[in-house]
């Protein structure tokens, strides 16, 4: 089999890599691109994983610049080539690059087919691998290529005829995976996830033709081909993946499609079928399979945000109500499926910078908290489920809450709760109880305690029960130990016991007798 030219794409905008992506029909050219990375550091990785014979590199990236990458792949890797991408303003750099021994350059601005085409084989024609091969198109458009182009939005021509000698069923499903691991490890989830499936459709009771179609960032995607009744053995397949991926220790997540019988539905199932439905995993973190259409939205009990009223209560400086009102929503978010992430993150992002813009109105002390908002942003936008979003607002509301209290390390707040505690020790609290007394969230008093304390709420109710039980111990022997267990707050006279020994390593008894 012909040796096809691997080809690395580094570009921090996504829209350049697949406007790249879709410039060529590459495998007809006698190239394959083997993955995309965002920046350079992406890419190294990919380098180790991919052993790509060429990149195509942005110069300007986060993290790091093409101008690193070029340094460090040269240095690695000295049979890569390299092609480096610009923009009019940045030829110093490019310069630079050819220091490294980057084989030529393409200006973004005047992209084209035919001058990405004319660099490719220019710079092919150097690699001694290469040599040997005639890179002139003689072939036809190939049918990754079609389809590459129809789940991408492309209108295409598309061959009935030679589409069925491909595709011979009247019954097309899409399966996305979306692989959670780093971009290094997708090749291999990749390979390993194309040999599980093709090797159990061998024994499908229905006959099944598994096409892999091209990767999209995170989401690695196969067109089903089978007859109408098949369905359900996709379902078991899916299934099969699924559970043998958790027993293998892989990471991902499965969507499967609804059936359609045109091939040039494709772009829309993945798009309004397919990625729709495996952004539901964001609110429903436990379940790793999706079915489009079967996940059922649950029309009652769902809580709203009130906008109006947090917003006042903003700008009445009630700030622990406002945090209450937005941790309050924010916990109502595991399993629902009225929301849109993206929304959801959205909102999410605009209410933590209205408390920070009123917290700096009111002139409380809240720079520290303004200069990491970006940083906020951006952790809630590559949030990958609800459980890590819920963690980083409460994180942000201790926060806020100490610019309003105004000294972090001896905040007035906790000071409150730690007298309301030896004050009523004796009562039968709870954190739940003293949450209420404070106008807390259960789970925010909790997380508060903790930032604010050496020890946790149950720890330090523990300890000043039992402090004051000894007390009791030493100077009231005319009462019980039972009557003593109930006057520092155990009802549970066992309970109260347990507590005891872990605490002072011995029985409240013996204790006594000591």
């Not at 084209?112 to 003689?138: C, G, Y």
């Not at 182009?149 to 491909?166: F, H, N, Q």
């Not at 259409?293 to 109006?308: M, P, W, Y």
């Not at 009462?479 to 006279?493: A, K, P």
């Amino acid at each position: 089999m012909e040796t096809l030219c691997k080809v690395l794409i580094v570009d921090d905008e996504m829209l350049v890599r697949q406007g790249i992506r879709h410039l060529l029909d590459w495998e007809s050219e006698g190239f394959h691109i083997v993955g995309e990375a965002a920046n350079g550091k992406d890419a190294l990785d990919m380098v180790k994983e991919f052993q790509p014979n060429m990149i195509l590199t942005d110069i300007v990236m986060p993290v790091m610049n093409g101008e690193e990458l070029v340094r460090v792949v040269k240095g690695l890797y000295p049979e890569i080539e390299i092609v480096v991408l610009s923009s009019y303003g940045e030829f110093e750099y490019v310069r630079s690059t050819f220091q490294n021994g980057v084989a030529d350059y393409l200006l973004k601005p005047k992209l084209d087919a035919n001058s990405l085409l004319a660099v490719l084989k220019k710079t092919v024609q150097h690699m001694p691998a290469f040599r040997h091969m005639d890179f002139t198109n003689d072939k036809g458009q190939s049918v990754d290529y079609v389809l590459d182009k129809l789940i991408s939005g492309y209108a295409m021509d598309v061959d009935g005829e030679e589409i069925s000698t491909y595709f011979p069923y009247p019954c097309f499903i899409l399966l996305v995976a979306d692989i959670q691991d780093s971009p290094s490890s997708l090749k291999r989830n990749e390979e390993w996830i194309e040999s599980f499936l093709k090797g159990r459709v061998q024994g499908a009771q229905q006959p099944v033709v598994i096409h892999h179609l091209s990767h999209q960032d995170s989401h690695i995607r196969f067109l089903l081909n089978t007859e109408d009744t098949g369905r359900a053995d996709a379902i078991h397949l899916a299934e099969q993946l699924v559970e043998s991926g958790v027993s293998g220790g892989l990471s991902f997540y499965v969507a499967l499609s609804k059936n359609f019988s045109k091939i040039e539905e494709l772009h829309d199932v993945y798009s309004n079928d397919s990625l729709k439905v495996l952004d539901h995993r964001f609110f429903l973190s436990d379940v790793q399979l999706f079915f489009a259409n079967e996940l059922v939205d649950d029309e009652g009990n769902k809580d709203t945000f009130d906008s109006e009223a947090f917003t006042a209560e903003l700008n009445h400086q009630e700030f622990q109500l406002a945090f209450e009102r937005l941790n309050r929503y924010v916990d109502s978010m595991p399993g629902r499926l009225d929301i849109d992430m993206f929304e959801f993150k959205s909102f999410l992002g605009h209410s933590l910078f209205n408390i920070i813009v009123s917290l700096l109105h009111f002139h409380y002390e809240a720079s520290t908290l303004d200069e990491a908002k970006y940083e906020y942003f951006r952790a809630i936008h590559e949030a990958k489920h609800i459980g890590e979003v819920r963690s980083l607002l409460a994180k942000f509301l201790i926060e806020a809450a100490d610019c309003v209290t105004g000294n972090k390390t001896n905040s007035p707040g906790i000071q409150k709760i730690l007298m309301y505690l030896d004050e009523h020790f004796a009562e039968p609290l709870t954190l739940t109880d003293v949450a209420k007394q404070f106008h807390f969230n259960p789970s925010y008093l909790s997380n508060y305690f903790t930032v604010h304390n050496k020890e946790g709420f149950n720890e330090y109710l523990n300890r000043i029960r039992i402090e004051r039980a000894c007390e009791l111990l030493r100077g009231s022997a005319h009462l019980s130990i039972s009557e003593i267990s109930s006057l520092v707050g155990y009802s549970d006279h066992s309970y109260f016991t347990k507590v005891f020994r872990k605490l002072m390593g011995t029985s409240p008894s013996h204790y006594r007798k000591k």
